[in-house]
């Protein structure tokens, strides 16, 4: 490998420099905000888990999508998480006796996937998973989008750049059914609906028809997946566009009810091209996208009743999404909703810069006043050259966007420090001892003022 390659992170992987750092801190803290206020308490498991983990969930095929791994000597076989569904899974069948319901949860793990990078999609990413298990009806799907858009709303994101497609798998199996579809067939026929965009018409019709569909019913089945409706229809409306009888409808209409009355409802259409391909997702499933539909997917979820089960814990009912930060990060630099395309201003801002403007006394007492003031909760760095040039150090404090810096010089002799605020350009000479609650007083006052 040549010297310019081992510069390089691996394919499919990003390093994080100080302003992408920022803006990744930025994402999460919007993430874990939304979450806490909404009532969910964070976990995390392992970065890997048993390779048997993900194969009783998605079957031996899933096992090229991973990286995975035998320890030297051992005699078991391993993956590094792709999702974080069977972790959370695992957790809560190895506790559900025990733990307070309902159980809310949420992570933000990192996340490994063996696959062709391109836009949108790397080997290794961030994605937050917001969970919520022991609650029937639509009060819980509520719960996990409103959670989700909130999220959105306080990265600056509004309804003319995100929408929440909405559908309902008992919906759309009906409406299968209802063309020939047979019941032993659905998975097939879910799977064949999610991978539509992906595949040329001849293709689609050919695995219809192995489905069970003539080519009428082909044809219809394609109408069904380009299907898209008002938040507000009935269920009457929607199983006439469907071919559903109304009742199969009302448990979508039920959680479209609650999201216009939480008034979330401008997010949100219906799409019954959504089916979600994962085998276990139950009722109600959902993805964000970019407004345009221009990107991959932002998040996607839904409801996952027999999961739990399915990893030897009780039968209990779930709904939950993940989303990545790779399209959101994409989709926020494209409008224009991050402080600064590189992040620079969303780094911390220090309270105070200390300067030294060359005297041997002032450079002792850079270090003692640093080590005070961060005794008392401050963010406060300093220069690490003494020089009468102090213009050069202001200019030092100004990159690192410090809001004040205070000046050790000549006036030392009188215990005073000059203290200056870069953003008027004002200064004025205080007593040392004054420099704590000074700088603790300005920090109360910049954090009134947001």
């Not at 390089?8 to 990003?14: A, D, E, I, V, Y």
């Not at 309804?159 to 798998?169: C, E």
């Amino acid at each position: 490998m040549s010297d310019a390659a081992h510069r390089q992170p691996p394919k499919g992987t990003r390093d994080f420099y100080p302003p992408e750092m920022a803006i990744r801190r930025h994402i999460e803290r919007a993430w874990r905000g939304a979450s806490i206020d909404h009532g969910f308490d964070e976990i995390d498991g392992p970065t890997f888990e048993h390779l048997s983990l993900y194969t009783v969930k998605s079957g031996e095929g899933i096992i090229n999508e991973l990286f995975s791994f035998r320890r030297a000597g051992g005699d078991d076989d391993y993956a590094l998480r792709p999702e974080f569904t069977p972790t959370l899974a695992r957790m809560v069948a190895a506790r559900a006796a025990s733990l307070p319901q309902p159980i809310k949860w949420f992570a933000i793990p990192t996340h490994f996937r063996a696959e062709r990078p391109q836009r949108g999609r790397l080997r290794e990413f961030i994605q937050w998973n917001v969970d919520l298990i022991g609650v029937e009806g639509s009060q819980a799907e509520l719960d996990v989008l409103s959670t989700a858009i909130i999220a959105m709303e306080r990265l600056g994101l509004s309804p003319a750049d995100v929408r929440v497609r909405l559908s309902h798998r008992g919906v759309v199996a009906a409406a299968l059914q209802a063309l020939g579809a047979q019941q032993e067939r659905l998975a097939d026929a879910f799977a064949l609906l999610d991978r539509r965009e992906k595949m040329e018409p001849k293709e689609f019709d050919v695995r219809a028809e192995a489905i069970g569909l003539g080519s009428a019913a082909t044809e219809r089945l394609g109408l069904i997946a380009r299907t898209k409706l008002p938040i507000d229809s009935d269920a009457r409306s929607i199983g006439a566009a469907l071919g559903c009888s109304a009742a199969d409808a009302e448990p979508l209409v039920e959680l479209c009810t609650r999201l216009i009355a939480a008034d979330l409802g401008a997010w949100c259409d219906l799409d019954f091209g959504i089916v979600r391909g994962l085998a276990y997702y139950t009722g109600s499933v959902f993805e964000l996208h970019e407004a345009s539909g221009a990107e991959r997917a932002i998040a996607g979820g839904g409801r996952y009743d027999k999961l739990i089960e399915l990893f030897g814990g009780p039968s209990m009912p779930a709904v939950g999404f993940g989303m990545g930060d790779v399209v959101l990060g994409l989709l926020l630099h494209d409008r224009g909703k991050l402080p600064a395309a590189d992040g620079d201003s969303l780094m911390p801002r220090p309270d105070v810069f200390l300067v030294s403007a060359g005297a041997p006394e002032a450079e002792a007492m850079v270090l003692q006043l640093a080590a005070t003031l961060r005794r008392g909760g401050l963010h406060v760095r300093h220069s690490y050259k003494a020089t009468r040039n102090v213009g050069k150090l202001l200019s030092e404090a100004g990159k690192c966007r410090a809001r004040h810096a205070i000046i050790l010089g000549a006036e030392l002799e009188q215990g005073m420090v000059a203290w200056k605020d870069l953003a008027a350009g004002t200064q004025r000479l205080i007593p040392v001892a004054d420099v704590l609650a000074s700088v603790q007083a300005a920090r109360g006052q910049a954090r009134a003022e947001l």
